[in-house]
């Protein structure tokens, strides 16, 4: 396979069997977003892949979608799950990306208690000059985590080697591969709290509110009620009816 432009030719492809008249070629894009090429003899055996263009299929741009991450052990198979502190935006199909749990303004005064940095080993961000933040050097574990909790504005960063590199948001191509071994993903997560205060509270003004609408609709039908028997007592032929009466 070759890519042409108007002066070169450019080969992708290498260990094509021959002569290439005797195989049948197919290239596909799988559904993980990686271009392959297969041979397959004419007269005997199975389709073979000779080619493709990502050796690590977790490196396919937002194979997982925004804030979710792709797991591959072996470099074939490929899961899709949600970062920490994550949920999925469609629970049946997890590579349509993820949202956050519990959405959290991380520049507020004294938000510093509502959250914790979480580890994920083996595992990285994408390291392009557009995914980071800002580099911090020379640091460990917790170094980096200190200088992602300092930086309201970073929500999580890589640790690789002694270099902690803080990462924008949204994120994306979160992976944990073959090519990840070593490195460590930090990540902020809110802190689930319950308070039972909170939902006595909630209860009491469920139930005040409730009694309100009960009391407010018998006060209605009772003024109803009155103001029909004013109209009729008011009515002129009313008015005729009880002279004649009396």
């Not at 195989?23 to 000779?50: C, L, M, P, S």
């Not at 800002?134 to 460990?140: K, P, T, Y």
């Not at 170094?143 to 590199?165: E, F, H, N, P, Q």
Request: overall charge neutral.
């Amino acid at each position: 396979m070759y890519i042409v432009n108007s002066s070169n030719v450019y080969s992708l492809t290498e260990n094509i069997p021959i002569p290439v008249e005797d195989y049948y070629h197919r290239a596909t894009i799988n559904d993980h977003g990686t271009f392959e090429q297969f041979v397959h003899h004419k007269k005997e055996g199975n389709w073979t892949r000779v080619w493709r263009s990502f050796d690590d299929p977790c490196t396919a741009n937002s194979v997982c979608g925004i804030y979710g991450m792709c797991t591959s052990p072996d470099n074939e198979t490929v899961t899709c799950n949600c970062i920490p502190g994550h949920t999925p935006l469609d629970p049946d199909n997890v590579s349509k990306g993820c949202h956050p749990e519990t959405v959290m303004n991380y520049c507020l005064e004294n938000s510093g208690g509502n959250y914790t940095v979480e580890v994920v080993e083996d595992a990285d961000f994408p390291s392009d000059l557009t995914a980071d933040l800002a580099r911090v050097e020379h640091v460990d574990v917790e170094g980096c985590k200190k200088a992602i909790m300092d930086d309201c504005y970073s929500l999580a960063a890589s640790l690789v080697d002694s270099t902690c590199r803080k990462k924008r948001t949204p994120l994306l191509n979160a992976r944990k591969s073959a090519s990840t071994k070593g490195i460590k993903a930090l990540i902020k997560v809110p802190i689930k709290t319950s308070n039972p205060d909170i939902r006595k509270l909630t209860r009491k003004k469920k139930f005040n509110s409730q009694a309100f609408l009960e009391i407010g609709s018998i006060t209605s039908a009772i003024l109803a009620f009155l103001l029909g028997v004013a109209a009729i007592y008011y009515n002129p032929a009313a008015q005729r009816f009880i002279k004649r009466n009396n």
